[in-house]
């Protein structure tokens, strides 16, 4: 649904990520309009940033840093859907329990970090 924006096989990607299996982390869940809205506030920040002039003239290597951020962003909102989810059956199991709060807090380190070497390259 976001490929064009995420790349292709955003899903996985973004289960990866999380070590989220397809059982707990479906597709409608990584496409609901909330956890995307909430990804791209998060990468607005970036974009106000920068003068539309200087974004015009996104290098390659630069869009697909931009790219992995917003999956990371992404990635991040995911983990409070999460906590919910595996904290009622069947996913209150053993198996999905991991520290989502901790997981969201890397995530979103790791897209800004991104975002930040983006900055600095151009």
């Given at each position: 649904m976001y490929e064009e924006y995420l790349g292709e096989g955003?899903?996985?990607?973004?289960?990866?990520?999380?070590?989220?299996?397809?059982?707990?982390?479906?597709?409608?869940?990584?496409?609901?309009?909330?956890?995307?809205?909430?990804?791209?506030?998060?990468?607005?920040?970036?974009?106000?940033?920068?003068p539309m002039t200087v974004m015009s003239k996104i290098t390659e290597a630069q869009d697909k840093l931009i790219t992995k951020a917003a999956l990371y962003y992404l990635a991040a909102v995911l983990c409070v859907a999460l906590k919910s989810r595996t904290a009622v059956p069947p996913f209150n199991t053993f198996r999905?329990?991991?520290?989502?709060?901790?997981?969201?807090?890397k995530c979103a380190d790791k897209g800004n970090k991104l975002l930040m070497r983006v900055l600095l390259m151009g």
């Open positions: 955003y899903h996985e990607t973004a289960r990866l990520i999380l070590g989220a299996d397809q059982d707990l982390l479906p597709n409608s869940i990584v496409d609901a309009d909330l956890n995307i809205s909430a990804m791209k506030m998060m990468m607005a920040a970036f974009f106000e940033q920068k999905y329990k991991k520290d989502w709060e901790k997981k969201r807090k």
